[in-house]
């Protein structure tokens, strides 16, 4: 059993790049996100979607793009790196939404803008 | 806006008790606990639901006072296993955005 897969796991990128975060997930769960967590800042939460078609915006959506077009897939686009979106990114999923309790995370993805 | 937590930082000895405070400016429907441990992704260990109960994963519980928007997670007798960052996500209702808190380092030495 899979949970939630992240690729990459590394990636380095120049400034002006754009590039995309996969995420996908074998749990049939409706609800995924996507976290970036820096030192002392915890995890904050940059898009999120509760279904295929439906996506919203989180605390830090500037400078990335999202879509749903399946339950299992949700992509995070970085449209022009940025030094300041380097970060440890993490996509969760959700059975049913928070409501229900427990966010499945994947085990990262570690981008480095320079 | 992020809840806070307090302390920012714990070190124990084994066996000993915390407790880990997390608190919002907002009504809040359902407070979530997770822990994480270096380099790896946050585990879930619990929710909070507005009018439910207090919850307990294995030697920590915790409490939702609904009224003054807060949450405190106990860790009774703690063991090594429990070292970690631990990390309140709080929820609105009818929405569904968890909101994490900045994170307590909880360091249990032997």
């Known amino acids: 059993n899979a949970g939630v897969t992240q690729t990459p796991k590394f990636q380095v990128l120049k400034t002006g790049q754009s590039m995309t975060l996969q995420c996908a997930q074998d749990m049939n769960h409706e609800y995924m996100s996507w976290y970036r967590q820096d030192p002392g800042m915890g995890l904050r939460l940059i898009h999120y979607?509760?279904?295929?078609?439906?996506?919203d915006q989180g605390e830090v959506p500037n400078g990335y793009n999202v879509s749903r077009s399946t339950t299992e897939d949700f992509p995070l686009r970085l449209l022009s790196a940025a030094p300041s979106q380097t970060s440890v990114y993490f996509c969760?999923?959700?059975?049913?939404?928070?409501?229900?309790?427990?966010?499945?995370f994947g085990e990262g993805s570690r981008l480095t803008v320079l | 806006q992020q809840p806070v937590q307090s302390p920012q930082a714990v070190i124990l000895r084994e066996g000993e008790d915390a407790v880990i405070n997390c608190s919002s400016s907002?009504?809040?429907?359902?407070v979530h606990w997770y822990r994480q441990k270096h380099g790896e992704a946050p585990v879930f260990l619990m929710i909070?639901?507005?009018?439910?109960e207090q919850m307990r994963h294995e030697k920590i519980s915790a409490s939702f006072n609904e009224k003054k928007q807060q949450s405190s997670l106990y860790l009774t007798a703690s063991q090594l296993s429990y070292s970690g960052t631990y990390f309140c996500?709080?929820?609105?209702?009818?929405?569904?955005?968890?909101?994490f808190g900045q994170g307590t380092r909880l360091t249990i030495n032997p």
């Open positions: 996500g709080t929820g609105l209702q009818g929405a569904q955005k968890l909101v």
């Open positions: 909070l639901l507005k009018g439910g």
């Open positions: 907002k009504a809040l429907y359902s």
């Open positions: 969760a999923s959700s059975r049913r939404g928070l409501s229900a309790g427990e966010l499945f």
């Open positions: 979607s509760v279904g295929a078609g439906i996506t």
